[in-house]
């Protein structure tokens, strides 16, 4: 197996540029560490970044793979190879009967020319490829030539070893999520689909996001659901963090939703339940919602049920879905 030797510093540098290009999220070292973890325990990140060390290529490859999976980009943390993708396709999807050695030859054809092909460095080789369909697949040929383009197209998307000409322009650290404010400024968006991903890959981070943050995905969720989202400065928003509004579908007067963002472990009070009854008399609102990372307590839930409050609380376990639902694994800035 071949591999690369460089020093550490410039092995971490590179894995996060080759990551960060096809995600659009930059890690730093220790983030990639961790994820990598005991999967990959012979690339070794930390220590001396001075240091020659020997990556093998199929690690490097590996290695990526894993982080992109990790960040929620891809629905696998493995990278198969194109050849044997596109002898799966072949035989399942088109009948197509693909011998080991074909696939082994679909494989070779596929990094000597499909990929340099698709990567605009060599136009001339279209040609090439479909004479060699024509003179191993005779009546199958235009079905095979168009199986391996994509099956290297997706190739191109993820492994550290083939050549792209997109990138993401606006590259976001993932430590943002954790201890930014900063929300996406395009009118109408409250949270980037980069950090959606990676939630629905770690739910367990949830809690662990910035509040404000929390209140952008918050934002982001309704306003795919519909509706009309007014997300309060964050500071000094009097206790509403969120306001929604939908044309009812009766015809009556829109609805007007006050939202409540809890980032908390805690389970949330009575007091936070009777404070959004009073925003909603005063806003001369429809209802309420408490949105949050723990949920209501026992004393809560009897305070809505015996008042008749409108209001209801949205949980963790929800949340959660939320993430599931809006996550888009395999996107990345050529599949946009």
């Not at 982001?220 to 929604?244: K, T």
Request: proline content about 6%; glycine content about 10%.
């Amino acid at each position: 197996m071949g591999g690369i030797h460089w020093p550490r510093g410039v092995l971490a540098s590179r894995l996060g540029e080759c990551v960060g290009v096809r995600s659009g999220v930059a890690l730093n070292t220790q983030e990639m560490a961790t994820a990598l973890g005991p999967r990959l325990n012979g690339l070794d990140l930390l220590g001396d970044p001075d240091t020659i060390v020997r990556t093998p290529s199929q690690d490097y490859e590996d290695a990526v793979g894993v982080l992109l999976f990790d960040l929620g980009v891809r629905d696998s943390p493995y990278i198969p190879p194109p050849g044997y993708v596109s002898a799966v396709r072949l035989q399942k999807e088109f009948g197509i009967a693909v011998d080991p050695l074909q696939a082994a030859a679909l494989g070779g054809l596929i990094g000597t020319r499909v990929l340099p092909w698709l990567t605009s460095r060599r136009q001339d080789y279209e040609a090439d490829i479909r004479t060699v369909m024509k003179e191993d697949y005779g009546a199958d040929a235009d079905v095979v030539f168009e199986v391996i383009v994509a099956a290297a197209a997706e190739y191109a998307l993820v492994s550290p070893f083939a050549v792209r000409d997109a990138a993401y322009s606006d590259t976001v650290a993932l430590s943002d999520l954790f201890t930014s404010e900063r929300l996406p400024a395009e009118p109408g968006s409250f949270f980037d689909q980069r950090f959606i991903d990676y939630l629905a890959q770690h739910p367990d981070r949830l809690g662990d996001i910035n509040w404000r943050q929390f209140e952008g995905l918050t934002g982001e969720w309704f306003a795919r659901q519909g509706y009309s989202v007014e997300l309060g400065p964050g500071r000094g928003d009097d206790g509403v963090d969120v306001r929604l509004s939908r044309i009812a579908s009766d015809g009556q007067a829109p609805e007007t939703i006050l939202v409540q963002c809890k980032r908390e472990r805690n389970k949330i009070g009575k007091v936070v339940v009777k404070g959004l009854y009073a925003d909603i008399l005063d806003a001369g609102a429809t209802s309420g919602l408490i949105v949050t990372t723990s949920s209501l307590a026992p004393g809560a839930e009897k305070v809505i049920v015996a008042r008749g409050y409108p209001i209801q609380g949205i949980d963790r376990a929800n949340v959660t879905k939320w993430t599931k639902e809006m996550a888009r694994p395999g996107r990345g800035p050529d599949l946009v």
